[in-house]
């Protein structure tokens, strides 16, 4: 009996192996097959002890040819592994890793969504008498082995809700948080509040949790892995992958097949998966992870006990290193970490044996935020290229370092002072007009009669000349009829344009030249907005002449070598004359200076890359020293730029932590959408603002179509992603005609924002 | 008392309704060349009716290519093959079509025959004011209720509009006759209403249509 | 390209496209007609079936749809569009359209910049105070400034008040708005900053823009009228005299109209009528030299009672009162002036072809617009058929009608309720108005709504003010 257990795992195994090949033609699968089917047919002229030989024979076997296929498995491979419903699940590690835990607001399908699993467990440790338990606050993604209701971990909105409700309970109970990736990506749904709307939510609040925070990563699918993902210390699992893209998302796009259900070949997604570098390798060599844990051959799975023990071992220490990292004193500080890594290396220091309290001080939570926002900061940097000299770099830092310095003068230092002043001199003077008028009473009471008779007559005179004559108009705005600073090139075509609500409005045609010019894309009927140029905002929205730009030499490139992107790229470049699709400058509003952040639709679909992000954060930057407001104009963005990989996905918690900067210092940051924004931006560092305003008729949402047909077998409604609605969904405070979007800009600007702007 | 039966047969009798496709404005138009009497065309479909029907013809007016689409499925009876490439006059007509009457086309039928009509005054255009316009838009149908003397439409005519309320039986707006921006002739009926003790007999005027009258497509 | 070879499209309907229609067979033009399906019965439809050639008249799905018009007038070959008063008379759009697309064509009316620059009225009273025009007493541009606002106010009662103006109003009024929108007055300038705020914020959310204007509000004036005509590039501006409207309905609509403006000849003022009259005729053609003015239009004003004379705007285009004028004016001694003739044939290129010297005015006109309306109610449109419409003939009365005499005429609901002016012309006030009380006598007008009531006309109210005709 024992024996046919053991061909029945045989069986099983081969089967794994078979599943995670794909049905790719491999030599040692069907030496493996064969041997198998040959050993069976055998079987039944075998006696017990003979059996046993045999079964022992091909588990050697197995493990043999399972070693040198783990060599070779490709990241597609992996991805497959990580999918298997054998693999690993969050429920088993609660079993195996924790002493115990209870799992809360769930309990198999009852629950706000199935795919989350929060559980607050424990950690036990003895060193010598002494028993610690050390709480953490389990999170994370549960696919179940495959179970439906998981929906494969993929999180909807109100369960990713959850999640960082129970981090805000972490906080308050001062306990670290552990976090488990296991997620192909968000469930791409815009129901109340939005995929995007609360991913950016949980990256902004992350980003300033005052707990430990570690996380550790098998599938870190895109946005899904965003939302609960950032942390101070990142594992990744050695099988796992984090990418930006599923593999077929990515082939999809390479492929074209939008809106078509044909499905990519195969090749084409293998080799989606290595140009995407998604492996823990890979994304340990980019800085996106800090260590891998080594999995058993071929991925881990439920049975791997030695596997478990590791895991633990392995997130105790990462627990105890962010701790160390910030408790105490500095210098001891680091002479107790390095001292710990040493010995841990070594093998001489039982994690298990040592106790150690993970609750941190009000003075070490804030060294903890200060390195995590410093850790994500230094993250790719390698990925852009910078073609500042080093004269400018200098004289960037120098006028930096003034700004800040100045800052502080005039607006804290200064106008404090300065409010002092004037309100001494205000006294001053109320009080001599007071005496003055006493001392003059009977002067005046002489000359009272006689002063009509010069006066009137003279003021008569003026007043009605005040009333009838041309006054002087000092600024007559320049935008009173529609006389545009910049006028679209679609104006010249004599054409008629129908509106695309004709049907319902009964709006008439209008001619282009009307309609592009003086109506600036805006139907006369109806109001819907056709889309415009990302110039047209540019020379229209800011004063004249106020806009300069910096950090041109901030460029995108390829830093994964994708192929064929670098060809991309330099179309985009020569089409749009732009080096990325993130134009930061300064400008002015009626006088007030902001520093703008503009993401470009013609460049590659204002996708975020390295370079974008880069450009967004030194603009949040100069804004917060300058103490400017600070603009997000979104005239387009498609998402993440996948052909970077995860150097565009980490855009997004970087980003998010520099704007978290900037409000908490008190700055104002507002964010404009036009046309259309979707996904990774929208979902992080745009998402996240409390002044989002949407241009009339432009698409605000997470996925498009056809990605969420794909993921949860529905179309959805027409015009579901509609500013309208995103505003109903409360993703956004304000619906604006283009028209206006410079009054409602300095309006924004007058009502809105922290403590610190220059102006105020 | 209605006799459902008898109007039933009726429409059974001649269950296909005529209409004529009219160029909506002037411009060179050019016909599909599928176009042809006896092809079956599709009005517009989808769970939203947000794929559109079948392509008929193109009305090109100002440089500008307008796609006239079928508005419901139907069979071309006949089409205006020697208006195409020609200009054309607003209102011209390009094709004639017929369709079975639908289940729904069926009870509107019927619901007229049953209901209270209140009928337009004048020639004119007809509004509802816009608290009851904001309520028959955003509230599931028949769910608007009337009663009788209540402010209930604005007539606009000659570039004047006055207010008009409702004389009738209180009830339920069960149809509403009247399109945004459509002239009404005098007489013509602008809201079906439906008074309390009639519910049951409409409820079985949809009934029996629900049973009797065959979708086409339908065995 | 010669005059006779231009082919014009009539961009209206009703009686002016008659007129128009006429004015292009007197000048021996071709023309082309357009209409909608419901107005297939009126008149200028039947008129262009009878006098046009082919490719004269068209069916359009709306007199508002510009398309629609472009693409006839390609089709017919029309080389002109008329654009008759309403509809696109005075939008700038469709004028620069007409002249900027690929296959140009004249627009007859001043040239786009004129209508666009004399459209906003903020820009004509501008331009006006820096002719020194009269103008109404109060703000010329938008005002921002809380304070500045009050100030203006206090200064305009102060005003009013020395001017012996018994219950002074100021009127303030959102500057971006228009039709109406945001416009208050107010009496006690202590109130001023309440309501000032309410303007504002109304403003503010209803048209994204804060500035108001404030102004005195004038209740006690008469509407005068100056009719202006220039050659294109305006190498040659006359007048063809005034016109006085201020007999209207309650809704401030007109209704009977007289030239001249004011006759001191027969009727006492208690200010200097002729002087006012050559007053602001003058200050009207300054204004025109300055735009340079290139068509027909009206510079509309108001005469207080007190004498005092303020424009208002300028109307760009033809009116529908330009009849009165005509019968007044002589060119060379010459009568049958015909002011639509003028317009096409300036506005096709050919020079004026006289001056103000060879302009002389006899006698005096009136025009009464008849309206299917019930002047007790509020002037309430009456719609329904209409079963009999004589028109007496005399040697003094034009009528324009697009009412047909012959067959019932069911009245179309979707535009201006006019049915027919008659213009009546006398040597003097006292024969004109006789003359005017005969024709509403013999005009004959009868008709039943869809329910058998009998039609309502304003003939009664005509005729109860004819009595009233240019006193103040």
Known sequence: MDTDKKFQQIIEQLNYIRDILAGKNNENLRLLSSRLEDMQSRLPSMNQEERLAAAESLDDLFSFVEKKLEAELTPMDKVRIVRHPQRICLRDILENVYDNYTEIGSMNEHSIDPAILIARA??????????????????????????????????????????????????????????????????????TPGAAQQIAKNIYEMGSLRVPVLAIFSEGGSGGAEAVGLADKRLMLSHGYYSVISPEGAAAIEANLKESKRRAPAELIEDCARNLCITAEDNLRLGYIDEIIQEPVLGARCHNFEFFRQLRQDVLRATDEIVLSVRGIEPIRSMSLRARRKKTSEGGLNLETVCMRWNLSAAAQERLLDLRHRKFRALSQKAHDDTRGRLQLFKDHLSSFWWEFSSYFKYDLFRRSQQNFSNFLRELHSETTFFVKKQTVPLRRFLRPLL??????????????????????????????????????????????????????GCLDMWAPDLFGEFAGVCANCGHHFPMEYKWYLYNLFDPESVTEFNTGIEAINPLKYP???????????????????????????????????????????????????????????AGKKRYPFLAYVHGTAGIRIQEGTNGLIQMPRCTMAVRRYIDDGGLYLVVYDTNSYAGPVASFLGCSPYQFGIRSSNIGFAGYGVIRETTGEAPPPHYHNVFKAMARGHIQGIWDRRETRFNLYQAMLTMGGRNLYYQ | MLDISALLDEIKASPYQESSILAPHSGVLSLSPDLAPGSRVQGPHGPWKEKPGTLLACLEREHNRKEIRAPENCEIVSCNLEASGTFVEAGTVLARARHKLSREEVLQILLKKALFLFLAPEKARYYFIPQVDLKVKNSPPKSVSVYNGMDLFIISRMKRESSLSYSGPDGVIYAVYFSFNSNMEAGSPLIGVCPPDMVRQIEEVSLRVQTEWQEPGEA | MDLHEHKVLIANRGEIAIRILKACRKLGLEFVCVHTQEDHASGHVRLARGLGGSKSLYRISSYHDANEL??????????????????????????????????????????????????????????????????????????????????????????????????????????????????EEVHDPDLFRSVYRRVRNYAARQFKDEGVLIEQRIRDFNHLEVQILADRNCKTLVHFGTRNCSIQSTGLQKRLEVAPGFDPSSVSYNFDAAGVLEQIIRHSLNIAHKVRYDNAGTWEWIVTREGNPYLMEVNARIQVENGVSSAITRIRGQEGVDLLVEQIRTGLGD????????????????????????????????????????????????????????????????????????IIWGRDLQEARGRGLSFLKKMILEGRTAQGEPMKTNLEFLKKKTGDILKF
């Not at chain 1, 041309?470 to 129908?498: C, H, K």
């Not at chain 3, 008063?85 to 004028?95: H, I, K, N």
């Open chain 1, 452 to 505: 009509p008779l010069f006066r009137v007559r003279r003021k008569r005179h003026l007043e009605e000349a005040k009333l009838t004559a041309l006054s002087t108009w000092e600024e007559p705005q320049e935008q009173r009829g529609g006389n545009w600073a910049y006028v679209s090139p679609r104006a010249t075509d004599d054409r008629a344009i129908s509106c695309p609500n004709a049907a319902t409005h």
């Open chain 1, 564 to 622: 064929g992107f670098d060809l991309k790229l330099a179309k985009a470049s020569a089409q749009t004359g732009q080096k990325s699709s993130c134009m930061t400058f300064e400008a002015s509003i009626n006088g007030i200076r902001l520093v703008v952040a503009m993401f470009l639709a013609p460049f590659r679909g204002g996708s975020v890359g390295a370079a974008e992000g880069e450009k967004f954060i030194l603009a949040a930057e100069r």
């Open chain 1, 122 to 191: 424990y950690i036990t440790r003895r060193q010598g008498k002494k028993t610690l338990r050390q709480s953490v606050m389990v999170i994370g993604q549960e696919k179940g082995h495959g179970e439906e209701i998981r929906n494969g971990g993929s999180v909807k909105p109100w369960g990713n809700a959850k999640a960082l409700h129970y981090m805000k309970v972490a906080e308050t109970e001062n306990i670290p948080i552990h976090i488990y990736v296991f997620t192909p990506g968000s469930y791409p749904i815009e129901d």
């Open chain 3, 70 to 183: 472009m693409a006839v007038a390609d089709e017919s070959g029309a080389t002109a569009i008329h654009p008759g008063y309403g509809f696109f008379s005075e939008d700038y759009r469709f004028a620069r359209r007409v002249i900027q697309r690929e296959r140009e064509m004249i627009f007859i009316g001043p040239s786009w910049r004129i209508i666009r620059e004399l459209g906003d009225k903020i820009n004509t009273k501008r331009l006006a105070r820096s002719l020194d025009v009269p103008t109404v007493p109060g703000s010329d541009r938008p005002i921002y400034d809380e304070m500045e606002a009050e100030e203006l106010a206090r200064t305009l009662f102060n005003f009013q008040t020395d001017n012996q103006i018994r219950n002074p109003l100021v009127l303030i009024k959102a500057s971006a708005g228009g039709g109406g929108m945001g416009i």
């Open chain 3, 351 to 422: 020079p004026l072809g006289y001056t103000q010297e060879d302009i002389s005015f006899e006698g005096v006109s009136l025009e009464y617009r008849i309206i299917a309306e019930d002047p007790e109610q509020r002037f309430t449109p009456w719609v329904g058929r209409i079963e009999r419409f004589h028109q007496p003939e005399e040697p003094w009365l034009t009528m324009h009608s697009h009412v047909p005499t012959d067959e019932p005429y069911d009245i179309p609901t979707e535009f201006d309720p006019n049915l027919a002016l008659g």
